[in-house]
């Protein structure tokens, strides 16, 4: 099982990024997938999580109306687009998977955002 996240790196206060998440070794179509993330010194907090078939979306409210999150279920995908974005959303970005008990994370990867 992987989940491999990209598109991560620095970024200008208002810029934008969008990080992608590339799933294998499990039914990705079944599972619920989130992105959570880590900033230094706090704990890991959830940032938007969809539905196995993407219907349905949830965000934090620190970046709603600025994050979307997606999905492909055909290429294994979750990506998560994040616009104006603000030095607070610096932190290690965490693709997960959840279906019932069994919950899958990625590795992390580390936005910046700093003039």
């Known amino acids: 099982v992987q989940l491999v996240e990209s598109g991560g790196g620095l970024v200008q206060p208002g810029g934008s990024l969008r990080l992608s998440c590339v799933a294998s070794g499990f039914t990705f179509r079944q599972y619920v997938m989130k992105w959570y993330r880590q900033a230094p010194g706090k704990e890991r907090e959830l940032v938007a999580a969809i539905s196995s078939a993407g219907g349905k979306t949830n965000y934090a409210n620190s970046v709603k109306g600025r994050f979307t999150i997606s999905r492909d279920n055909a290429k294994n995908l979750v990506d998560l687009q994040m616009n104006s974005l603000k030095p607070d959303d610096t932190a290690v970005y965490y693709c997960?998977?959840?279906?019932?008990?069994?919950?899958?994370w990625g590795k992390g990867i580390l936005v910046t955002v700093s003039s």
């Open positions: 997960n998977g959840i279906r019932g008990l069994t919950e899958y």
